[in-house]
Each structure stands twice: as C-alpha cells, then as structure tokens.
C-alpha cells in the first residue's frame, strides 16, 4: 500500500515569505502522481498543483510549485511570496490505482500553515 | 468554470437514522470518488465509480451504499447512522483514469449524527 508523510503538523510564517511544505512518499508502482489540495477553514479542498513520476521538470502553478525529487521520494510543496490568505491546512496526495480503473487518493495527515501579518 | 456541486451542504440526523447525499460531477466527468474526513483527519476514500460502473470501494461500511447514475450524478446512502458517522463528507469528480488525471473536490457535505 501507498503512504504520504507529512512531518509539519504545522507552520508559521511571516507574510510575503516563502514556505516549503514537506511530503514524502511510498510506493513500489513506477507511475503515480502526487497532489496537493488546499483546505481553508470553510472545508473546501482546493487543487493546487499536480506532478507525475515521468515529468522531467517540477510543476508550477502561480505562487506554488512542486519541487519534485524522485530518488528522495519527496513532493515537497512551495509558495513563494506567501499572503494572509494561504493560511489553511495543506494536504499532499497520491494516486493509487483502484481495481476498477478509477484512481483513488491516499492522503498526508496535512500541514497547517498559518501566515502572520 | 463549472465545479462539483454537493447537497445538501449540511445535515444533521438523529442516530439509527439514514441519510442521502447527492454529488453532481463537473460536466463531462464521468468519474466520482467519495471521500469521508472525520474531525482533525485527513479524507479517507470511501467508494468510486467510473462510467456508472462500482470502481473501488475503501474503508465503507456496510450500512452505507452509493450508486452513480445514467446523468452521472451520484448518491450516497446512509443508513442505520451512528455518531461516528459525523464528518465532512466530499465528493470528487474527474474525467477519467489516466496519467494526467485530477480529481476535483466538492464543498462537501457536513454531517452531524446526534
């Protein structure tokens, strides 16, 4: 079975700082994909950035990316310039495939990330 | 852009009694995963279906059983419901398996068993 580590429970950062969220990962699959979703106090889990195992170059997506190195198995995720309202809970994920074709995620215990003013 | 829409976005229930949620995919999906996230957890992953086809089931109990429809939404039925079944219960939707696939998270449905 595939596992997510997240080592942060939580962060504190200062605003306009950058932050890196770590995650690390295990599988013995060659093809998977890891994900990062954004969880605000309201509950919504918000996609942020998306890598796959045979992507050369590490993901970006505005203000996060995804620094990827595939030998340390860590997906740790980073946003630069951080703003007040990043403050929420950080969730990386993979893909594990299902039985049936669809693909479920297996999730980190997540990163609460809190930006001071 | 479209997203996932969930109802209701908040119920609460009494224990031994059932509950139905409903998710409408993005359209055009025709994958749908629900995921149960109890206080303080991270979402574990309950059940999916693909093209109106059961797909994978995770930790569901038995009391529980969702189907996906010919229009693609899906429900989730609850029965029996104990106060342990309280959680934040998300549906995702996607377009399909594949390298590239993501999953997309509806604003969730709140449940409260008392």
């Known amino acids: 079975a595939q596992k997510i580590t997240q080592t942060q429970p939580g962060m504190f950062v200062q605003e306009k700082e950058a932050v890196t969220l770590d995650c690390t990962y295990d599988?013995?699959?060659?093809?998977?994909?890891l994900f990062w979703y954004k969880q605000p106090s309201s509950g919504e889990m918000i996609f942020l950035i998306y890598?796959?195992?045979?992507?050369?170059q590490n993901a970006t997506e505005g203000r996060y990316s995804l620094n990827f190195q595939k030998a340390r198995k860590s997906a740790n995720l980073v946003i630069s310039a951080s703003q007040l309202g990043d403050s929420a809970m950080y969730f990386c994920?993979?893909?594990?495939?299902?039985?049936?074709?669809?693909?479920?995620?297996?999730f980190g215990q997540g990163t609460r990330l809190t930006i001071n003013p | 852009a479209a997203g996932v829409i969930q109802s209701p976005r908040h119920l609460i229930k009494e224990k031994r009694e059932t509950a139905t949620l409903k998710c409408y995919p993005i359209?055009?999906?025709?994958?749908v995963y629900w995921y149960q996230q109890g206080p303080g957890q991270d979402p574990q992953f309950l059940i999916s279906?693909?093209?109106?086809?059961?797909?994978d089931k995770g930790s569901i109990p038995d009391r529980f059983s969702a189907q996906q429809f010919s229009d693609y939404h899906s429900e989730l039925n609850m029965s029996s419901l104990e106060l342990g079944d309280s959680a934040l219960y998300f549906c995702?939707?996607?377009?399909?398996?594949?390298?590239?696939?993501?999953?997309?998270f509806g604003p969730g449905t709140r449940l409260l068993v008392l």
């Open positions: 279906f693909y093209e109106k086809m059961q797909s």
């Open positions: 359209p055009r999906h025709d994958t």
């Open positions: 995702a939707s996607s377009s399909g398996p594949g390298e590239q696939e993501t999953q997309y």
């Open positions: 994920a993979m893909r594990e495939d299902g039985t049936g074709g669809a693909q479920k995620l297996v």
């Open positions: 890598q796959g195992s045979y992507d050369e």
């Open positions: 599988t013995s699959d060659q093809s998977y994909g």
